[in-house]
C-alpha cells in the first residue's frame, strides 16, 4: 500500500513539472521573439510576408458593413432626388402656369389696345363693355354684355371689335343688354362691296364663320377675296366698317342667282371684349318731326274718305300702312303706347268697337319691331310680300273680333283690301322715303 502510494506521486509530481516546463519553455520562445522584433523588426518582416493572405481576409470581412453603407447612402440619394424632382416638377408646373397667363393677360392687352386704336383712329364715341354670357345654337346667335340702361346702352346700338362688325343691341336691362350676332339667322346688315361698290345685304346662317349673300344679280361683278363693308343704308349702321370677306360665289338650285359666302370679319366665337358705338346721327329735326306727324294725319283722313259701295273692299289699311313704314325705317319714333293710342282716335273716327283698331294695330306693330332686322333690308318685292302678309294678318284678326261680336263671315271681297295694300306699299314707301330724304337735305 505504501509502494502504491509512493508511486502515484511520483506520477503526478512528474506531471506538474512536465507542465511547468512548457510554460516556461514558451515565455522564454515569448521574450526571445519580443527581443528579437525589438532588435530586428521581425514582426514587420512576418507581417509583410503574410500581408497577401491576410488583407483579403480584411477586405472580405469588412465587405458587408461597407454594402450597408453603400446601400443606406444609395436610399438617402434616392429620396433626395425623388424630392428634388418633385419639386422641379411642382415649379415647372408653376412657371408654365405663370408663363400662360401672361401670353394670356399680353394678348388681352394687346386686344384692348387694338379696341383702344380703333376709337381713337375714327374718332368714335364708343363704350367697352365685357361678355358675360354667349348662346350660340343653331337658332339664336347672341351674347350678353356687363352694360345696360344705367350705362347708358339701349336698343339699335352698334357692337364692334377690333376687327369688324360684330351685331347690335337687341334687348337691354339695367347693367345688362343682349347682342345678336350678325351670324344670327334673324340678322340682316346692309353691306357694299369695297371693290366695286355693288350693294346688298348680308344675312346670318346660325354659324359663326358664315354669312350669306342672297340674290345678287348673276351679272353681278362680286369674287372671293372682295371685302364687304357697311353701307350706312338704313342709319343703323355707320358706314365703312369691314364686315367680312367673300369666300365663295356660286348660284341657287335654280340658275337664276348668285348666292355669295362671307367670312366675317369679326371674330364672333372668341371676342371677349367689345365697342358699343354711340349714335352718330343728330336728333330728329322739326322737319323730320312735321313729315312723321303729316303721314298719320293724312293716314287718318284718307281713312274718312268716302268712296262707292263696290269700292269699298278695295279701300286700304292706309294707317297700317303708315306706321309699318316708320316700323321698319325709324322705329324710335314708334311704341306700343303710341300705337295704342292712334288706334283708339282711328276707332272714334271710323271703328266699330271701341278698341279694334287699338288691338289690330298693337299686333301689328308688336311683329313689325319683331322682324324688323330682316324685313327693312329685304328687296321690294320680298317686303311687299312681308307687307302683304301683315296685312292678311290683320284681316284674320278683324275677323276674329267680329265673330266674338257677333257678325256674320264676311262676303270673299272682304280680303281684297289686303291686296289692294301690298300692291300700294311700294308707291307708299318711296313717296315717304323720299320725303325723310329731301328734309335732311334741307338741313
Known amino acids: 500500500m505504501a509502494l502504491a502510494r509512493d508511486g502515484s506521486s511520483a506520477s503526478l509530481f512528474s506531471a506538474n513539472v512536465a507542465g511547468t516546463l512548457r510554460m516556461i519553455a514558451y515565455l522564454g520562445l515569448a521574450c526571445v521573439l519580443m527581443v528579437a522584433d525589438r532588435q530586428f523588426g521581425l514582426l ?197 366698317f369691314p364686315v367680312g370677306r367673300v369666300t365663295h360665289v356660286g348660284t341657287d338650285a335654280d340658275g337664276m342667282f348668285k348666292v355669295v359666302e362671307v367670312i366675317p370679319s369679326a371674330d364672333l366665337e372668341r371676342t371677349s371684349e367689345v365697342l358699343l358705338l354711340r349714335d352718330q346721327a343728330a336728333p330728329p329735326s322739326r322737319r323730320a318731326n312735321l313729315i312723321f306727324v303729316f303721314s298719320i294725319v293724312l293716314a287718318l283722313l284718307l281713312m274718312l274718305v268716302g268712296l262707292p259701295p263696290d269700292w269699298l273692299p278695295f279701300k286700304p289699311y292706309w294707317l297700317a300702312l303708315v306706321l309699318i313704314y316708320w316700323g321698319l325705317e325709324d322705329h324710335s319714333r314708334i311704341s306700343l303706347g303710341l300705337v295704342f293710342a292712334l288706334g283708339l282716335v282711328a276707332d272714334l273716327f271710323n271703328g266699330n268697337l271701341l278698341g279694334e283698331q287699338a288691338l289690330r294695330l298693337v299686333a301689328l306693330a308688336f311683329i313689325v319691331a319683331r322682324f324688323r332686322p330682316r324685313l327693312r333690308f329685304f328687296p321690294m318685292w320680298q317686303q311687299t310680300l312681308a307687307v302683304l302678309a301683315l296685312l292678311v294678318n290683320d284681316r284674320i284678326l278683324l275677323l276674329m273680333v267680329r265673330a266674338f261680336a257677333g257678325e256674320s263671315l264676311p262676303p270673299p271681297s272682304y280680303w281684297l283690301s289686303p291686296l289692294m295694300g301690298a300692291l300700294l306699299w311700294p308707291f307708299v314707301f318711296l313717296l315717304l322715303d323720299d320725303m325723310r330724304s329731301r328734309s335732311r337735305v334741307h338741313e
Open 44 to 240: 514587420a518582416t512576418v507581417r509583410y510576408g503574410t500581408s497577401v493572405i491576410i488583407e483579403p481576409l480584411f477586405g472580405l470581412a469588412a465587405l458587408p458593413a461597407r454594402l450597408a453603407h453603400r446601400l443606406g447612402d444609395s436610399m438617402a440619394d434616392r429620396r433626395t432626388l425623388e424630392h428634388e424632382n418633385a419639386q422641379l416638377r411642382e415649379e415647372l408646373m408653376l412657371t408654365r402656369a405663370q408663363l400662360n397667363r401672361t401670353r394670356i393677360l399680353a394678348r388681352q392687352s394687346q386686344h384692348l389696345q387694338q379696341l383702344l386704336d380703333v376709337q381713337h383712329s375714327l374718332g368714335l364715341q364708343v363704350q367697352l363693355a365685357r361678355l358675360i354670357g354667349v348662346d350660340l345654337g343653331p337658332y339664336r346667335h347672341r351674347v350678353m354684355i356687363n352694360a345696360g340702361a344705367a350705362e347708358n346702352v339701349h336698343v339699335g346700338m352698334t357692337v364692334i371689335d377690333s376687327s369688324g362688325v360684330m351685331g347690335q343691341v337687341v334687348e337691354v336691362l339695367r347693367h345688362t343688354a343682349q347682342v345678336m350676332l350678325i351670324s344670327d339667322p334673324n340678322h340682316a346688315i346692309p353691306v357694299v362691296d369695297e371693290r366695286t361698290g355693288l350693294r346688298s345685304v348680308a344675312y346670318g346662317t346660325g354659324r359663326g364663320d358664315r354669312l350669306v349673300l342672297p340674290s345678287i344679280s348673276l351679272s353681278a361683278d362680286m369674287r372671293v377675296g372682295d371685302n364687304l363693308l357697311t353701307s350706312g343704308l338704313g342709319g343703323r349702321f355707320p358706314a365703312g
